[in-house]
């Protein structure tokens, strides 16, 4: 059984169809990559598969429960437990130290554990760093705090949607360091990005065109 | 670490590190909470402050003469006050009332201790000076109006012994022979808006020497300071076969009807006031809400459940609710004092019980006033306002 398995989803707000009946499998430690022109439904897609939002035809089913029906009040505990985002504009706490953002994500989770943060920030490159504020940050070391947020709980699932996007060179290559080797520490990840560097390091890059799947590309292992 | 540590922790850095928004809450709270701590402090000191002040409405006992053919000496007088507790006399002033003529209108005079008129009789508003020695009178406004007299003014004022017993016998020559005369001038116009403006007031010895005797003394007026049940009693104690004491009753009743009036009013402004900051919260908490709309999306993307967001939010509410009360009952009994010393002149007890009442009021008016704000908080749609822009 897939982790994920979409199954026919649409997504319609009124005459748009955002999503037009796609499906897609993910296994257990897929790296996948999605890409598309703006306006394709990329974020729509990550949204559904993140339990922030439900399809309005079709089916999500996610680590064996189909989750396109739940109340809002389950999807909030499904995203609690099984999903870790990490966002474009790394939507830190500004009033929390980077620590504190991390332990945020623990505290709706389970219980904060400050040592473990710690951990997750030194995964990151950032212990130095523990005590700044987000305005204190570079944008680089703020998505990376948003990763460390995204990871603390070991969730089944990272989703990122275009987290290269406000980065420059050097820390988007920092930040698909960090990928491989959440990769390789056996995550799931899918990328949603425009930038041709982050999908290839991806396993699969598909490509939304217009709320359809236009291709998959397999990625060889470089 | 506990969930409620970090509970604390998001939420007091919350207040401490966004200042600014958190501090116009803040105030709101606080002045409101000082204006309830600093009224109601007032109010309960108020019947003391009130007992001493409306003695200054005029003196609260009278000594009458006892029977019409017995005159009333001094020494009487004294007799009946040595009755009353020295540290709760403020004062006495005996009056003698004798018809005299001025420019041959017929006058009430009144001799008096004016020293005395200042503690018994302080709402006196006298345009001009207290009279300072024999040669002068002071000048109910009424009087002053009828002989169009001003201050600095001179007058004839002529006594007629016996006036009243006058026979028929007697001539007009006889009858001026037995007129004194004295010129005293007007120190100073006495305006009360009452009875007293129809007198002119000497001291006691210059009537007694227009007259050439010491007539009875017709009234004494008392100031004391004690309550309802302690001049009931000084009632009992000061009656002899000479003095019959009575109560001023306007004084007793007015003041009974002017604690009711300003627990009223009290009790109004506290409401007005706690309205205006209820409203002011809500409008910051609303404000607070929108500006961190973000912020809950990300809660809620991060899988808080809205009873965590309302938690938190009435979190920071609440502990604003409690810091502000607490402010509120330190600067409510430095307001409470300020009007105390510049009102009532007298210093007013700090009242501990006060404190945790303010702080539970502030933040009762404080939860109240983030319900709505709150509420709304739980509507954010993290898919919505997390979209990259
Ligand atoms: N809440 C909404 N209501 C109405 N239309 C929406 C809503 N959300 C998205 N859309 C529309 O759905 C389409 C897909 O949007 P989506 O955000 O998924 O695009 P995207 O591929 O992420 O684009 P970008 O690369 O610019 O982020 C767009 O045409 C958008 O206008
Ligand atoms: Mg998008």
Known sequence: MSLLEVKNISKIYGSLKALDNVSLKVEKGDWLAIMGPSGSGKSTMMNIIGAMDKPTLGQVILDGKDISKESSKSLTQIR????GLIFQQFHLVNYLTALENVMVAQYYHSIPDEKEAMEALERVGLADRAKHLPAQLSGGEQQRVCIARALINYPEIILADEPTGNLDEANENMVIDIFRQ????????????HD???AEVAQKTIVLEHGKVAREVINNEK | MKKQKMFLRMITASLFRRRSRMLVALLAIAIGATILSGLVTIYYDVPRQMGAQMRNYGANMLFLPASNDDPVTMEDIKEGISKIKKDELIGFTPYRYETVRINEQPI???GTDIEATKLTSPYWHI?????????QMLMGKEIAQILDAKTGDSFTVTYSKEVTDLSKEQTDEQAKNADSTLSLSVSGILETGGNEEKYIYTDMSVLNELTGELGGIDLAELSVNTSAEGLKDYLSKTASDKIAPKLVKKVASSEASVLTKLQALVFLVTSVVLALTMVCVATTMTAVVTERRKEIGLRKALGAPNS??????MGEGLLLGGFGGLLGSAMGYAFARYVSMNVFNSSIDFKILLVPVTMAVSVLVTALACILPVRSATDVDPAIV????
């Open chain 1, 80 to 83: 609690r437990d099984k999903i």
């Open chain 1, 182 to 193: 959440l990769h390789k520490d056996g995550s799931t990840l899918i990328v949603v990005t």
């Open chain 1, 196 to 198: 041709p560097e982050v």
């Open chain 2, 108 to 110: 009430m005079l009144a």
């Open chain 2, 127 to 135: 345009e001009g000076e207290y009279p300072t020695d024999s040669t």
């Open chain 2, 308 to 313: 965590s967001i309302i938690l938190e939010f």
């Open chain 2, 386 to 389: 997390l979209k990259g822009e």
